[in-house]
């Protein structure tokens, strides 16, 4: 409706233009130029009319959907989005009224957001126009009504407007790509921080670019003693450059096109909920895993890099299962750790490992009471550090290899990056799998991972590592004699 009344206005402007050209002699007009003059006049009284009625029903559907809706009136739409303070934003804002039987949230901040997530999800993944009409009179995805598709091309479906336009929307985001507004786009990074343990432990950097130089101190100051009225000796903090490279990641689904008619809070729920967990599986896989195989993007985890036989000062051997692990050995890896690490020190390791290992030593070691073992241990606490479960790390309960680690104790952030190059970024297409009534979804990002500081063969880093192929110890109430049963 907006570019009809662009149209009128534009036939406006010409009638206009004519009725001055025809005004501009001071002589009296002609008979002939009367004629023009009385008929362009007419025409500019049709296009008044036409461009007022045009715009009463404009302002009328908008209103007429906001009670629809169960919402105050909307603000009377204009061509161009316009340009308010704050304090005006804070009065158009509507109130928004959501449905109130909707399940626990999981990854949205509150009903709202995920109400308007769903509905960009139900408008520019399956193509709804009336939800797409809701997204720009609540401001979500920052769409107008010029930059709906035609009604006639299906959604998404690579046509490319004589303006440059893919569909109404820039193409340098790419073909069946749309805005993605921030309910998405952060929703999306919180629960990645939330459900990944490496992106969440490790240093956050924001990425400018695809390679960030990172600095890295490898010494410090040193303090000497002078005598009086001698210069101090000069000494520098040495430095060295890391970098860290963004790789491009990406995830696809199918979504049942059905799914349009479920609830718009749990449509959006499911869809991030979905997308968040592939992508902190991902990376927790690379950060602590990775060996710069095909398909890792040159990344070398934690894991890996730890066991190549250059940074044995960080290794403490351990037992050959995890149901072998002795006290002592949690207690050497503390003594390892350097004082600089252990202010924010943490566990790391599988849940089969906190329960075969750390478990059945917190039970059964000296002290303990008999409400203390009914009780069972704290949750994700041992040897008083934290522990972060990483369902990634090993967790075979049989024999184990001098590679595999254990566990992991000490502070993530001084050993590893996570870089963040670009926020998620949604696409779709209606046509790819349109045989089976499915709308593809691919949900883009780009990320680095760099583990750069492990220590070396003398000095131990900020992470120590248990690793397997050891000998089983046996335990006795004060940490042993502790036999599984077969």
């Given at each position: 409706m907006a570019n009809r009344i662009k149209s009128l206005l534009d036939e406006l402007a010409s009638v206009l233009a004519e009725m001055g050209a025809l005004n501009e002699s001071e002589e009296?007009?002609?008979e002939e130029e009367t004629k023009s003059l009385e008929a362009l006049d007419a025409r500019a009284e049709t296009l008044r009319s036409q461009i007022e009625l045009v715009e009463r029903i404009e302002k009328r559907e908008a209103e007429l959907r906001s009670v629809l809706e169960n919402a105050a009136p909307v603000a009377e739409l204009s061509e161009e989005p316009r340009t308010t303070s704050p304090k005006e934003k804070a009065v158009e804002r509507r109130q928004l009224v959501v449905p109130t039987h909707y399940g626990t949230l999981r990854s949205f901040a509150d009903a709202e957001t995920a109400y308007r997530a769903g509905m960009w999800l139900k408008g520019y993944a399956f193509n709804d126009l009336e939800a797409r009409r809701w997204c720009n009179d609540y401001g979500v995805g920052r769409h107008t009504l010029r930059d709906w598709?035609?009604?006639?091309v299906p959604a998404q479906s690579g046509r490319v407007d004589a303006d440059g336009m893919h569909n109404g929307i820039d193409p340098n985001n790419g073909l069946g790509g749309a805005l993605v507004p921030d309910e998405w786009s952060s929703t999306l990074y919180k629960n990645v921080l939330e459900y990944g343990v490496f992106p969440s432990n490790a240093q956050n950097v924001k990425m400018s670019s695809d390679v960030l130089v990172q600095p890295k101190q490898t010494e410090g100051l040193e303090v000497s003693i002078v005598g009086e009225n001698y210069m101090a000796p000069v000494d520098n903090v040495g430095y060295e450059n890391v970098n860290v490279i963004a790789k491009?990641?990406?995830?696809q689904c199918r979504l049942p096109n059905s799914l349009i008619g479920d609830s718009i809070i749990a449509l959006a729920e499911n869809t991030a909920d979905e997308i968040s967990r592939a992508y902190a599986k991902k990376y927790d896989e690379l950060g602590f895993n990775a060996t710069a195989a095909t398909g890792e993007g040159g990344i070398v985890g934690v894991n890996s890099a730890i066991t190549d036989g250059t940074h044995t000062a960080s290794v403490v051997q351990g037992s050959s299962t995890l149901a072998g692990m002795e006290l002592g050995m949690f207690s050497e890896a503390i003594a390892k750790l350097p004082m600089f690490a252990r202010s924010r020190a943490k566990w790391y390791m599988s849940p089969a490992a906190f329960g075969l290992a750390c478990t059945p030593i917190s039970m059964l070691i000296g002290g303990n009471t008999r409400t203390d073992v009914a009780a069972g241990p704290v949750q994700n606490q041992f040897l008083g550090y934290p522990v972060e479960l990483v369902n990634v790390m090993y967790s075979d309960p049989g024999a184990s290899a001098a590679t595999d680690v254990f566990c992991l104790f000490g502070d993530l952030s001084l050993a590893a990056i996570f870089g963040d190059r670009q926020q998620m970024?949604?696409?779709t297409s209606a046509?790819?799998?349109?045989?089976?009534?499915?709308?593809a979804m691919v949900a883009f990002s780009r990320?680095?991972?760099?583990v750069h500081e492990l220590g070396d063969d003398t000095t131990a880093g900020p992470l120590i590592a248990i690793v397997g192929g050891g000998t089983d110890a046996s335990r006795d109430a004060m940490g042993g004699v502790y036999t599984p049963t077969p």
């Open positions: 009296a007009p002609s598709p035609d009604p006639n491009l990641f990406a995830v970024q949604i696409k046509e790819i799998y349109m045989q089976y009534d499915q709308t990320a680095g991972i760099l």
